[in-house]
């Protein structure tokens, strides 16, 4: 097991500058949705996951992971640092637990559930496309859910 290169003290301040809401990729997402004219929540606590945005009309959800802390498949997200080895393993694996057990019960509550990682950023054409459908898909289900209601 190799160490961690930083003292505790030096570690703790490190890993106290890391963001976990209204990061780069969150406000960029934001941004894409906000220029195709949709509305959202931030951060809804009463919800699993604490999800990133939330469109409660059309029970769509957004979570945005970062690659390297969700374990994602691209490289940023598969690559594992050489200090502390064993415990950065284990976090990242704690947190694609508990991202698989909030989105199963998002989706058990009926609501749709968007994973936007971090590298996905990187093509704002692919992104607002993605955004664009998402978008559609759920206007649809949204129309038909007010016309049962309504009826």
């Given at each position: 097991?190799?160490?961690?290169?930083?003292?505790?003290?030096?570690?703790?301040?490190?890993m106290a500058r890391v963001k976990s809401q209204d990061t780069g990729p969150e406000r960029q997402l934001r941004e894409a949705l906000t220029a195709l004219g949709a509305r959202y929540r931030l951060q809804r606590k009463d919800l699993p996951g604490k999800p990133d945005?939330?469109?409660?009309?059309r029970k769509l959800i957004f979570f945005v992971h970062g690659c390297f802390w969700h374990g994602h498949d691209c490289p940023r997200g598969s690559r594992v640092p050489q200090a502390n080895r064993d415990y950065w393993l284990a976090k990242v694996s704690r947190n694609?637990?508990?991202?698989?057990?909030?989105?199963?019960?998002?989706?058990?509550?009926?609501?749709r559930v968007e994973t936007v990682w971090e590298c996905q950023m990187k093509d704002a054409e692919a992104l607002k496309?993605?955004?664009v459908q998402v978008l559609a898909e759920t206007l649809d289900q949204a129309a038909a859910r007010a016309l049962i209601t309504s009826t």
């Open positions: 097991m190799t160490t961690d290169v930083y003292d505790k003290a030096k570690r703790s301040a490190v945005l939330v469109m409660p009309g694609k637990a508990r991202d698989t057990a909030s989105v199963a019960a998002l989706t058990t509550a009926s609501w496309a993605r955004l």
